[in-house]
């Protein structure tokens, strides 16, 4: 009982993993109640149990895991975290609870894989059950199988997979076992009831008993569908659903009919396909040749065989289906014939759409077959043609089935209709659109009348069934000239008709229709060539008047519609038709002979004629009355005249037939010519084309002028024609029908006819354009010329917009029959209008078998004949023969001429073909993608036009649909995929819809996006948002879930960069505007409205709105042209307001690397000029128009100056939302401001610098940097501005330069600011002199360009200028040099005049006096600042006081940090610039080779003045240190250096200086401004015991732990200070950290002698420095080291832990502390701590301590700042790129009270015993920081050096996406650094180029730092003045001077003590090697003035250094 009260007292989750089983018994129960009890599902109680659950369900003693087992289900059921167990737990509950005989447990496991389905875990526990069933122990299988029906039962085959379980169903049946057996027959009972008959094949060859047994238990089964009862957490609404239904009581099936309809399983899915090609017999291809057929059939029956697999892996069929076409077109065995065709049949249903290739091949063969009249061999056709069509388009096949419609046998006739009927019952109203409905529904029409009757019922069967597929609607246009009993005919045909896959066609056309309306049009708009678009558009409106649409128009209007059909009356019946309705005299006198009297009659007839009745007047009889003798042959002009106004005013009046037509049209056309009564004639066709449509009698009227000789009449009837066809559009003309009698007026002997003809060419031409010409080909080049003269006069022209012939349509009707002809109207019917030859008889057998020819000279001669066929028919027929597959086997021919010439040929097929080329994309098109990949750029180059020529035929759909287009992405050939994507990436924008296949392409496009290869990743990453326009993000996204993790989260990160990139997509073409121009016009006012308001950033992110501003745009024009009068100043308005919506900036990628190659290239002209020339302006003009929207270009190049300000205005406003798009197109911005410079308007300027203000204040905040192409075309015609006359202009000009320093390197402006000094305006010399002097106080000497000294000679000559601004100016400047670095100045400026030199002598005594003043001013503000807790911006200038030389000895700390302990940094966001370097200046800089050394400048100008040291011996010790501060700092700078010395004695004597000082409160204030160099010291003095000394066997350990004590207890003195602790900056506190917790963990520590006190002693330090340092600072710093922590993948776990225990502490004493802490700070580190890691990404750490650490944290500010906690968040700039704020905000409007405090010290325990999973960093954003160092021209050297570390510690490091988008000129500078740094650490070792870096900082100069000139005479002076001041200081503060002499630095002068620290520091960079000792033996002997007696080694190895460092720069 003592063991037992030892564990009772132990927590629950210790007693569940205790070695006795009655403890874990009991633990198991209390864990059981305790969840039960604890409500919150994600409460950290769970966090505990999460490893201990697989123990739970895998106890080895049977009582306890049946306690465990019920735990562990309530754990799954309420816990948040549970998902994460699922793998482990279900694979430990099938090993170890599935073979245990008590039921119950079975039962329990069973419950806990349910479970885990229904919290979203099916995929998981489904493949466990499945390994599971290859278990040996037979129960194991039983009860996977049991536990497999038991999930598809209750929560159905949508979430339980079936595909998998119906793979391993088979095998269960073959088992020994006969429990295994009957469950899987169970198991295939549920699977039946959810899929029906598609588990039938999977199962087909299962043993025959079992299989009638199974079809018995699936007879009995109920045949209404199953239902899911159980429900997943997500689909809690069809619970609720469920449950209201059970309630009910209702069982109707109704209530998910759309749930059961979507669970259709197609039972091909659930098959596996099998490879067949290889396993064909080998002798298969001789044997089908063979000359006895019994062979033949062997050869056929092998295949048979083998295609009765039901699904067949794809591969390369060709040769098998040609065998195949062969037997079935060539064979005269019948029985072979049937048998191939049932092959074919078997091949087409297991490839299915992937043998749509070969469906072009066989489609012709089978049909031409079907003269066949044996029924077995009819069937077999029947059912291979089945099967072909389902694996292709009705499209596709078209052109092949209309070809057989005229057939001369009529079973042929009979079979192809009766296969199109079968073919429409699968179609839809999408799939069978009008354009393919068209030829088909002629082609029936004429089989109607046949004489064949089997001939007439299929073609009634036909149209019945399209008449049922798309509505009586759609087919009666067709089916105008049937008559009655036919039509209903093929009424009753539609009834019968059943459809497949439909309930039926009448009530769901209606609904259906409009809708896929768009996918259809939408390829018809990009698939002819561009000219053709704009015919298309305008032919829009008049469409409605087509021939086929009018009588449907008409028939709206009752039964006289059937009169259109009217047929012809005897004279009788006319003339007693006639008489009834004309006056008897009329009638009498219409033939008499006197011309009077037949007037007279005339005037009767016109006047009955007026008063009829449209209904009463018989047409037809009175225009036969006026064609009664004499007719048309009338000799009087006046009766002729009044008889062609009649029948004009018959023709409009009456229902005019063309019967009717035909009576007159003979006498009109022969009239057409006559001088007096042409004009009536004319009005007469006119009247008759609008009631019989002027297509029908445009051809009528040509063909009867050109059957006559009168060359008037031709000439006339054209130019009626002509005008006509302005008047009616262009709508359905048959072009063809009169093209030849054209052709015959243009070869007319008059001329009147040829100039007739061409006027006529010239309107066609509008409506048509190019492909017109093409008729005209053949023509001589003399007439030709007329031609292209005409068409050119035509160019740029659009066509009026009609206005006759559509007024007869129903209104409600004319909407539709334009959305309907957009289909036929297209560019493709005017290409359809070609006359095309069919070439397919001259594809001859030996043609084809001379292209396949082993020698490639006969396949060039083979190809050669197939280029000289095409050429010859110009243009061609789609049935090309055996050509395709011929042709696709010459796209893979070794010889790449040959491959060239086949993509010529296939270029000229394109042209040829037309869009009938579509159905040969499978077969031919698809293999030119293929040649994308070949390794010869030409020919890439070539198959790249080809792919272009053949999609302006086909459209883009084609290509799209299917697996063809994924399989070729899918292949690893860079080439191929960086080609097809830039392809992709090109054509997809312009598409309205895409097919669903499209999607098929992610999987390959997401592995491009990692490709090897830089160009694929960046061609992909373009690709991106094209595909998402289509697809949507949440699609894409969704897609990622099967890639790796890794993949994932940067493929996820690369989808929400494109999101913003992604495009809109077209709009649709605006068709509405022509119907309904009027209401349009407010509709867009006030869609423009809105968008205008909308927040630009909105616009950007979100394309919704785009859609609108583009349709609007073609709706402009069309409006006006619909309604000639009606306002068309306010749609001009609507136009521009519309406009104006979008975007002002669009994003072009790579466009500004383009212009700045042209540039490079001299392709264009390069920004340089006095004054700007009409050239620069045009360029830049035609620069910007892709650029900016067409609106804004036209304000910005407006000769109103009034337009400028209003555009600048515009640009303003959209600045900040569009960042990224302005940044695109800075250099053109910029070069459109400069044209502005030249302009004299003030408004206009002061408009431009406000924007440039703005413009430089967003991209210094975008951290970007000018490009040298930028600047330079910008910055000398700003510079240019500085000299403006009026104050303003220069006050703001100086402004934007002092910005512009911030983007563009100080060093690179310079020369521009040199240049603008050499003007002659003396106020631009003035104030550039100005600038320059303003560059050298703030950035140094090294600004000055090319060198120092030829700067400062070219200023100098300023000072003997004539104009006293531009002297003062000048001699300032040189005094701001003096400033920098004091006498060495008058060395550099060279000779000066006596007078000059005087001048700048008086100058340099009086700014002498002037500054001491400011020189302590800046240090105190500057310490004061932290003091303010949530001071947003203040962090900088505090961290700008650390010394220049620490700053340099820091940046290579950090470096080495990185090389040695692999310890991956991200730089800290506290640390902006302290440690940036400007290397490259001093690298290319000579000058400063002679004072590299002097790295410590000190300010010795108070020294120099004796007065000043008696006053001070005198003066009482200050208790104000500011005064001494300065004359102290450098001491201290001394000693401090001292601290990171590589000798342990020299460290520990410093360390101990400082703690004397530290020790005193009134002493320690001078370490104030010192506390973050100190440290910095101490930490690298830390890290070098813990990388060198501690590894070092030689010394001694006792030593190490005094210097360690040294280091603890100075610590401890100075955060026993809270002034001096708070001192300390973030990213120094967070490196001192790493240090402390480093030492903690080091177990060598342990084994020195006392190592646990010292380690008890940096406990107590830690603590400290987390109560005394600034609070902010001190966690922050915890928040980026534990980010770092987690992320790197060395360094032990525990480290981690020991970070968030020190958080934990700090969350502990937040109470306290909330008023003093920054919290903008704070959460701008959590939001980049949760940026990097995401709260899934923390979920899947081992440990979930980091969660609830950030969790914890973020719960406690919430309970103390409540709500404001949200105002905190300034400082982050996105907030979106974390989880932060919504967190946040869930927190608050909860108010959680938290528990996670009270529970902390189980949670360190917990925290410690779990173990970290370390994640691999998050690449990204280091590398990113990284190139931004390497961009950045001061830290370009830093930058590299990183790079190389971080190459070499990753060595599969993937740089690419970040060299991507830079020039080639940075990618190779990289390379170059790169390959440098390597060569330089191979050659020595650890040196490194920084070791010779001179002092210098980009940030500041503080005016302590004056340098000492070298070889300055009065040096021992200084030094010496400088000692003895030290001397006193040291007396006053109490020091001991008289030190024993050895163990300090020698002091007999200055000089040696700051070139010890000096060289100290050279020590440091060469990472400490030296030891101090030989360095001070150098010093005795180094304070010579010049230097040159100090120990040559020395020097030398200085001078070798700085020699490598130049030469490697060179």
């Keep these: 009982m003592a063991d037992d009260s030892e564990w009772m007292k132990l927590p629950i989750d210790q007693k569940c993993e205790h070695k006795i089983w009655k403890a874990r018994l009991n633990g198991y129960e209390e864990a059981l109640k305790l969840f039960q009890r604890i409500e919150d599902e994600k409460s950290p109680e769970w966090g505990k149990y999460l490893g201990l659950v697989k123990r739970f369900v895998t106890d080895s003693n049977a009582v306890a895991q049946l306690k465990g087992l019920e735990a562990a289900l309530a754990f799954i059921e309420n816990a948040h975290v549970a998902g994460k167990t699922t793998g482990e737990v279900v694979s430990g509950v099938v090993c170890k609870v599935f073979n245990q005989p008590k039921a119950r447990a079975k039962e329990l496991g069973s419950d806990i894989c349910l479970m885990y389905i229904e919290i979203e875990k099916a995929e998981v526990v489904q493949d466990e059950l499945i390994k599971g069933l290859d278990n040996k122990n037979p129960k194991i299988v039983v009860t996977c199988l049991e536990t497999l029906r038991k999930a598809l039962c209750e929560f159905g085959s949508k979430i339980i997979t079936l595909k998998p379980v119906v793979k391993v169903l088979p095998k269960q049946f073959e088992s020994r076992e006969k429990a295994v057996r009957d469950e899987a027959k169970s198991l295939a009972v549920e699977i039946y009831r959810w899929i029906r008959d598609a588990l039938r094949a999977p199962l087909q060859n299962i043993n025959s008993v079992q299989l009638k047994d199974l079809e018995e238990e699936w007879v009995k089964l109920p045949t209404t569908a199953p239902k899911q009862t159980r429900f997943l957490r997500s689909q809690q609404d069809l619970k609720a659903k469920f449950e209201q239904h059970q309630a009910a009581g209702g069982d109707d099936a109704d209530g998910d009919n759309e749930e059961t309809e979507v669970a259709q399983v197609d039972p091909y899915e659930l098959l596996e396909a099998v490879e067949i090609l290889s396993k064909l017999p080998k002798d298969f291809y001789e044997k089908i040749e063979a000359k006895k057929w019994q062979e033949r059939k062997e050869a056929l029956e092998a295949v048979e065989t083998l295609t009765k697999n039901p699904k067949l892996e794809n591969g390369d069929y060709g040769d098998l289906v040609r065998a195949l076409k062969k037997v079935i077109g060539k064979d005269a065995n019948v029985m072979l014939v049937a048998m191939a065709a049932k092959i074919l049949a078997a091949l087409a249903a297991g490839l299915r759409k992937k043998f749509g290739t070969y469906a072009g091949l066989v489609v012709p063969t089978i049909l031409e077959k079907f003269k066949e009249k044996k029924p077995q061999v009819v069937q077999a056709l029947q059912e291979a043609i089945d099967a072909v069509f389902l694996t292709t388009t009705l499209q596709n096949i078209s052109e092949d089935v209309l070809s057989v419609m005229d057939n001369k046998n009529p079973s042929i006739k009979q079979q192809a209709s009766l296969f199109l009927a079968r073919s429409f019952c699968r179609c839809t109203p999408s799939t069978l659109p009008k354009s393919v409905l068209k030829p088909f529904c002629a082609a029936f029409l004429k089989q109607v009348n046949d004489s064949a009757p089997e001939v007439r019922d299929a073609a009634f069967e036909a149209l019945g069934t399209a008449m049922k597929v798309v509505g009586e609607k759609a087919v009666n246009p067709f089916l105008t000239d049937v008559d009655k009993l036919k039509l209903d005919k093929i009424k009753e045909c539609a009834d019968k008709v059943e459809l497949v896959g439909k309930k039926g066609g009448g009530g769901v056309e209606k609904k259906e229709k409009p809708a896929p309306k768009a996918p259809v049009e939408a390829p018809a708009k990009p698939s002819g060539p561009p000219k053709k678009a704009p015919p298309a558009k305008a032919a829009g409106p008049p469409k409605k008047g087509k021939p086929a649409s009018a009588p449907s128009a008409k028939s709206k209007k009752g039964p006289d519609a059937k009169e259109f059909v009217e047929t012809e009356l005897s004279l009788e019946v006319c003339e007693e038709k006639a008489a009834a309705v004309l006056p008897a005299s009329c009638m009498q006198l219409l033939d008499s002979g006197n011309w009077k009297e037949r007037l007279a009659s005339m005037e009767e007839f016109q006047r009955a004629v007026e008063q009829m009745d449209k209904s009463e ?355 690893e050939n860079p080439f191929l995929r960086q080609e097809l994507l830039g392809w992709l990436a090109e054509k997809l924008p312009t598409l309205r819809t895409v097919p669903s296949d499209l999607m098929l392409c992610l999987p390959n496009l997401y592995a491009c996006l990692e490709d090897r290869s830089g160009d694929v990743r960046k061609k992909a990453q373009d690709a991106l948002p094209t595909f998402m326009m289509h697809l949507g993000y949440e699609k894409m996204v969704k897609a990622t879930g099967k890639l790796k993790p890794a993949s994932k989260d940067q493929v996820v990160g690369m989808l929400e960069k494109a999101r913003a990139l992604m495009p809109a997509k077209p709009a649709a073409p605006g068709k509405a505007a022509a119907s309904k121009p009027a209401s349009s016009a407010p509709a867009a006012k006030q869609a423009s409205a809105p968008a205008r308001n909308q927040s630009p950033s909105e616009d950007f992110s979100d394309p919704e709105p785009k859609p609108d501003t583009k349709k609007s745009k073609p709706a402009g024009p069309a409006a006006k042209k619909g309604v000639v009068g009606k306002k068309p100043p306010v749609k001009a308005g609507v136009k521009d307001e519309e406009d104006r919506s979008g975007p002002l900036f669009i994003l072009v990628p790579n466009a500004k690397e383009q212009r700045i190659k042209e540039e490079k290239g001299l392709k264009i002209l390069k920004w340089n000029f006095m004054t700007p020339r009409d050239e620069y302006v045009e360029q830049l003009k035609t620069q910007m128009s892709t650029c900016l929207p067409r609106w804004l270009q036209d304000e910005l190049f407006h000769f109103d100056f009034q337009r400028h300000v209003k555009a600048i205005g515009a640009m303003i406003e959209h600045l900040e939302p569009e960042c990224e798009a302005v940044i695109s197109c800075l250099d053109l911005v910029l070069k459109w401001f400069t044209l502005r410079f030249f302009d004299t308007n003030t408004s206009v300027l002061m408009k431009v610098l406000e924007f440039l203000k703005l413009l430089f204040i967003m991209l210094s905040r975008k951290n970007y940097q000018l490009s040298d192409y930028e600047a330079s075309s910008f910055i000398p015609y700003l510079i240019l501005k500085v000299g403006e006359s009026k104050d303003v202009v220069r006050k703001d000009v100086r402004a934007i330069l002092t910005m512009l320093c911030k983007v563009y390197a100080a060093s690179k402006v310079f020369p521009f600011l040199m240049d603008g000094t050499k003007s002659k305006n003396s106020k631009q010399r003035s104030e550039c002199l100005e600038e320059l002097g303003c560059l050298i106080e703030n950035f140094g000497m090294n600004v000055c360009q090319p060198t120092p000294a030829k700067a400062l000679k070219e200023i100098a000559i300023h000072i003997g200028d004539r104009d006293t601004t531009v002297r003062n100016a000048a001699l300032n400047t040189v005094v701001a040099v003096y400033n920098t670095c004091g006498e060495q100045v008058f060395k550099l400026i060279g000779n000066l005049s006596e007078k000059e030199m005087s001048m700048l002598e008086e100058r340099i005594k009086r700014s002498a006096k002037k500054t001491p003043a400011p020189s302590t001013k800046p240090e105190r503000p500057q310490r004061e600042q932290p003091t303010n807790p949530n001071a947003t911006f203040l962090r900088k200038p505090a961290q700008e006081e650390v010394p220049n030389k620490l700053k340099i000895m820091y940046r290579t700390y950090r470096i080495q940090a990185r090389a040695q302990n692999a310890h991956l940094e991200q730089s800290s966001p506290s640390i902006p610039k302290e440690f940036q370097l400007d290397l490259d200046v001093f690298e290319n800089n000579h000058t400063f080779a002679s004072e590299i050394p002097d790295l410590v400048q000190h300010k010795l100008d108070e020294v120099l003045e004796p007065v000043m040291i008696p006053e001070r011996k005198i003066r009482p010790v200050s208790p104000h240190f500011d005064d001494i501060h300065n004359s102290t700092a450098s001491t201290i700078n001394f000693v401090i250096s001292q601290v990171a010395s590589g000798d342990i004695n020299t460290s520990i004597q410093a360390l101990a200086q400082i703690d004397e000082v530290l020790r005193q409160a009134d002493k320690a204030e001078a370490m104030s401004g010192h506390i973050d160099q100190f440290l910095i010291a101490t930490f690298m003095q830390l890290r070098l015991i813990y990388n060198t000394h501690m590894a070092d066997d030689r010394l001694d350990k006792k030593d190490i732990f005094k210097l360690y004590s040294c280091i603890i207890g100075n610590m401890l003195s100075l955060f026993s200070m809270e002034s001096l602790a708070r001192e300390a900056s973030m990213g120094v506190l967070k490196d001192l950290m790493h240090g402390l917790i480093t030492l903690m963990l080091d177990s060598r520590v342990e084994d020195i002698e006392d190592g646990q006190q010292l380690i008890r002693s940096v406990n107590l330090l830690v603590v400290r420095v987390l109560e005394k340092s600034d609070q902010t600072n001190i966690l922050s710093a915890l928040l980026v080291l534990l980010q770092d922590s987690l992320i790197s993948t060395a360094g032990s776990p525990m480290f981690s832990e020991l970070v968030m225990k020190c958080l934990w502490r700090m969350i502990r004493f937040l109470p306290q502390t909330i008023n003093s802490i920054n919290l903008d700070r704070i959460l701008l580190d959590v939001h980049n701590f949760m940026k990097v890691f995401p709260k899934e990404k923390l979920k899947q750490l081992k440990s979930d301590v980091p969660h609830r650490t950030l969790k914890t944290l973020l719960h406690t500010l919430c309970r103390l700042t409540g709500s404001k906690i949200l105002d905190h968040m300034s400082m982050i700039e996105n907030r979106n790129e974390s989880e932060l704020e919504a967190h946040l905000r869930r927190v608050v409007k909860h108010s959680v009270n938290l528990s996670g405090l009270k529970s902390d010290k189980n949670t360190e325990k917990g925290a410690l015993r779990s173990d970290d999973k370390v994640i691999k960093a998050k690449v990204s954003d280091i590398l990113s920081e990284i190139f931004k160092k390497i961009g950045s021209k001061e830290n370009t050297k830093e930058g590299l050096t990183e790079l190389y570390e971080y190459k070499q510690k990753y060595s599969d490091a993937d740089l690419e996406p970040f060299l991507r988008n830079t020039s080639q000129f940075f990618q190779s500078y990289v390379e170059r650094g790169l390959r440098m740094i390597e060569s330089e650490r191979e050659g020595k070792g650890r040196i490194q180029t920084s070791t010779v870096i001179p002092q210098h900082s980009t940030d500041s100069y503080l005016p302590g730092s004056s340098a000492v000139p070298i070889s300055s005479n009065g040096e021992d002076l200084n030094a010496a003045a400088y000692y003895e001041r030290l001397k006193i200081l040291r007396q006053r503060r109490g020091l001991e001077n008289s030190t024993p002499e050895e163990d300090r630095p020698p002091l007999s002068s200055l000089r040696p003590s700051v070139a010890s620290s000096t060289d100290m520091l050279h020590s440091k960079l060469s990472q400490l090697k030296e030891s101090r000792e030989h360095f001070q033996q150098e010093q005795t002997h180094s304070h010579s003035p010049t230097r040159s007696s100090s120990p040559a080694s020395n020097l030398d190895d200085l001078k070798k250094r700085l020699e490598r460092i130049k030469s490697n720069r060179q």
């Design 617 to 971: 007047m018989p047409c037809q009889a009175l225009v036969r009355m006026l064609a009664k003798k004499p007719g048309w042959k009338e000799t009087n002009f006046q009766v002729m005249q009044m008889k062609l106004h009649v029948v004009g005013l018959i023709a409009q009046k009456g229902l005019f037939s063309k019967t009717s037509a035909l009576v007159v049209l003979d006498g009109l056309v022969d009239k057409v010519g006559d001088v007096k009564c042409g004009s009536n004639a004319k009005e007469a066709l006119t009247a008759i084309g609008e009631a019989c449509s002027l297509p029908w009698i445009a051809e009528q009227v040509v063909s009867l002028a050109f059957a006559q000789k009168n060359p008037k009449n031709q000439a006339e009837t054209l130019n009626w024609l002509a005008n006509a066809m302005k008047e009616f559009g262009f709508a359905g003309i048959n072009v063809k029908a009169f093209i030849n009698n054209v052709k015959t007026a243009l070869g007319a002997t008059n001329p009147a006819v040829r100039t007739s003809a061409i006027a006529l060419l010239g309107v066609m031409y509008l409506y048509m354009g190019a492909p017109l010409r093409m008729f005209f080909e053949d023509e001589k080049p003399a007439l030709l010329q007329q031609i292209n003269a005409e068409f050119e006069k035509m160019q740029g022209q659009s066509p009026p917009a009609p206005f006759r012939g559509a007024k007869k349509a129903g209104a409600e009707e004319e909407g539709d029959a334009a959305e309907e002809e957009e289909v036929d109207g297209g560019p493709g019917d005017i290409m359809d209008l070609l006359p095309r030859t069919d070439i397919s008889d001259k594809i001859t057998y030996d043609m084809v078998t001379k292209i396949s020819d082993k020698n490639w000279k006969v396949r060039k001669e083979g190809l050669d004949e197939v280029v000289a066929i095409i050429s010859e028919a110009k243009f061609i027929q789609p049935s090309i023969g055996e050509l395709p597959m011929a042709l696709k086997g010459r796209l893979n021919d070794s010889n790449k001429l040959l491959v060239q010439q086949t993509l010529n040929i296939l270029q000229q097929i394109a042209t040829a073909m037309g869009p009938s080329l579509k159905q040969h994309v499978r077969n031919l098109g698809i293999p030119v993608i293929t040649v994308l990949g070949d390794s010869k750029a030409n020919v890439r180059a070539a198959a790249m036009t080809t792919l272009n020529a053949w999609v302006e035929q086909t459209g883009m759909k084609e290509w799209l649909e299917g697996e063809d287009l994924s399989e070729e992405l899918k292949k």
